[in-house]
């Protein structure tokens, strides 16, 4: 299914920023902050208010996910299962050297009991440290710019 019809479906204007962002987000397959979003030449010309309205227009939806790191940026994610992105109700990787966060979808998220009533709104577990790549003390500086180079495609 394309984005555009992806936001008919959720009730959703299709709006070319929109389509881009939800193109953007299913392709990367992984979360990515507003920041690395901002930064694509894709999203070049969508300001930075612009984005955020996007990403939660999206968000409430059903359409995308966020998940905050440690680092305070959040970073989000296509909600599709059946696609590529990440499908969520998973924990998530988060690189502290360069930023770049992974789903480990191999995992799902423990159960929770709340007191009665409460209701729920999310739920997310973020395990942090250092990619494979980063972790590299040989590499140094070279890894983390390869790193980096692939969380820009």
Request: include cysteine; glycine fraction near 10%; charge should be positive.
């Amino acid at each position: 299914m394309t984005p555009a019809e992806l936001l008919r479906q959720a009730g959703e204007r299709v709006t070319p920023v929109r389509v881009q962002v939800l193109e953007v987000l299913i392709s990367t397959g992984h979360p990515i902050s507003q920041a690395q979003l901002a930064g694509l030449p894709e999203l070049a010309a969508s300001d930075r208010v612009t984005l955020y309205r996007t990403l939660n227009r999206l968000r409430a939806a059903g359409l995308v996910h966020a998940v905050e790191g440690i680092d305070g940026a959040w970073r989000y994610c296509a909600h599709r299962s059946e696609a590529r992105g990440c499908p969520g109700d998973h924990p998530h990787f988060l690189c502290l050297t360069c930023g770049r966060m992974t789903c480990l979808t191999g995992q799902r998220l423990p159960h929770v009991d709340v007191p009665p009533g409460v209701q729920v709104q999310g739920k997310q577990l973020v395990v942090y440290g250092r990619c494979a790549a980063c972790a590299q003390p040989k590499k140094g500086r070279e890894a983390r710019a390869a790193a980096r180079g692939r969380e820009r495609s």
